[in-house]
């Protein structure tokens, strides 16, 4: 789950990490009363997605050569007009895709006096079992550029969970900041404390670029990105407030109410499958037969009518579906009643498009029959390699 900067910000707020004052607004009449309660005489007007890559981000409504997403104000008149310019206006940046994202959230926060940029970042490295912070002196907006060309201007720092952050940790960041004296102890406390807020906020992603150097030497967080652990959701309700259905893709809010795992993807062959290790073999076997799937979609272990029937429907609101793959094993579930719900799901929805299953397990000859007797298109497929040839000869036949 991500939340809005913002909102990551008064969470940081909460562990002591220094940020700029800022409020808040959903409405243009808002964003002007929260500039006058701010010193000013400098504010930035940051349009509030669940995306980075704002600042060089375009509107889509506006001039080609209109600012993006982040703009600095001189006065309270500016901060109303680039208000009015990017509530309700699509911003597409190089991390929303092409369709963009509807402005509907603004954050008026305090213009800050900048000498350096700097970034840092953590994330659970799976592969370590640690919490790796990462940190360059070359923050702002093209941290993906020197990523890709000056890889050498990365540090990365491991913390031992079970040792927690220790003062050797504070001097590395500091070190690879190349910062000394008050920043470079300053440099220590901002990674102790954002250490402490990713653990206790159980996140899998806390992303601070830029950190800024002020001209007078304070360290704050200009711009953070944060996203929780799913898992750990239940043991922060205060989290959980925060989530913003408008950001989210509906199919994927349509399917969680029925427990289902389901991501859309670029291609056009919808998948529905039980069990992610499945999930993932069928998606890769499609595309080793030269398709693309739709989606992932995890059916779970209990692949009842319901469930199924919901889950043919969410595939379906993805136009770019063309052909519908379902891939089942009966292991507690038998093949027979997996069968019963897949011919009385597609008959509810009227399935217009080629529908190959691939059963096996438990009842499976059972199962074969309902499909073949059911006296829809259903195309049995007796194994993996099989099904995917099938599916992908059929959408090629449509398309
Ligand atoms: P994004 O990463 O989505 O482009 P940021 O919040 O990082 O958005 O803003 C982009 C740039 O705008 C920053 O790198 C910084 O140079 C500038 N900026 C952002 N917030 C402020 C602020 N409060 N004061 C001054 N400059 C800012
Ligand atoms: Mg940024």
């Given at each position: 789950m991500n939340v809005h900067e913002y909102q990551a910000k008064e969470l940081l707020a909460k562990f002591g990490v220094g940020i700029p004052a800022g409020i808040a607004a959903l409405t243009v009449e808002e964003a002007v009363a929260a500039a006058k309660q701010l010193p000013g005489p400098l504010y930035v007007v940051k349009a509030q997605i669940h995306a980075g890559g704002r600042g060089k981000g375009k509107f889509k409504e506006l001039p080609a050569d209109a600012k993006g997403g982040v703009r600095l104000a001189k006065s309270v008149e500016e901060v109303e007009a680039f208000a009015k310019e990017m509530l309700g206006n699509t911003l597409v940046t190089v991390q929303t895709g092409e369709a963009g994202k509807q402005v509907n959230r603004l954050y008026v926060t305090d213009g800050v006096d900048i000498a350096k940029e700097y970034y840092l970042s953590m994330v659970v490295d799976r592969a370590t079992g640690r919490v790796a912070m990462i940190v360059s002196t070359?923050?702002?907006?093209?941290i993906e550029e020197v990523a890709h060309s000056?890889?050498?201007k990365i540090a990365t720092i491991t913390i031992d969970p079970a040792q927690g952050f220790m003062p050797h940790h504070g001097r590395a960041v500091a070190a690879a900041l190349k910062l000394s004296g008050d920043l470079a102890k300053q440099a220590g406390t901002i990674a102790k404390q954002l250490f402490t807020a990713f653990n206790a906020l159980d996140c899998d992603m806390l992303e601070i670029n830029p950190l800024v150097e002020t001209k007078d030497g304070n360290l704050l967080v200009l711009d953070t990105k944060m996203s929780f652990d799913s898992n750990a959701l239940y043991r922060h309700p205060d989290v959980v407030a925060l989530?913003?259905?408008?950001?989210?893709d509906p199919a994927e809010i349509e399917a969680s109410k029925y427990d289902l795992a389901y991501i859309k993807l670029d291609g056009n062959i919808g998948c529905m499958v039980n069990g992610a290790g499945l999930a993932m073999a069928t998606m890769d076997i499609i595309k080793l037969n030269g398709e693309f799937p739709a989606n992932f979609l995890d059916v779970g272990g209990g692949a009842t009518t319901e469930k199924v029937t919901a889950a043919f429907k969410i595939i379906l609101r993805?136009?770019?579906?063309k052909g519908i793959l379902v891939n089942i094993f009966g292991g507690i579930m038998k093949c027979d009643i997996i069968a019963d719900g897949i011919v009385a799901a597609a008959k509810e929805v009227n399935l217009q498009v080629p529908l190959v299953v691939r059963l096996e397990g438990t009842n499976v000859q059972q199962g074969k029959d309902i499909l073949a007797n059911s006296g829809l298109p259903i195309v049995p497929a007796n194994d993996l390699g099989d099904a995917a040839q099938k599916i992908v000869a059929a959408v090629r036949k449509v398309a």
């Open positions: 070359e923050g702002g907006m093209d000056t890889p050498e989530r913003d259905e408008t950001e989210e993805d136009p770019a579906v």
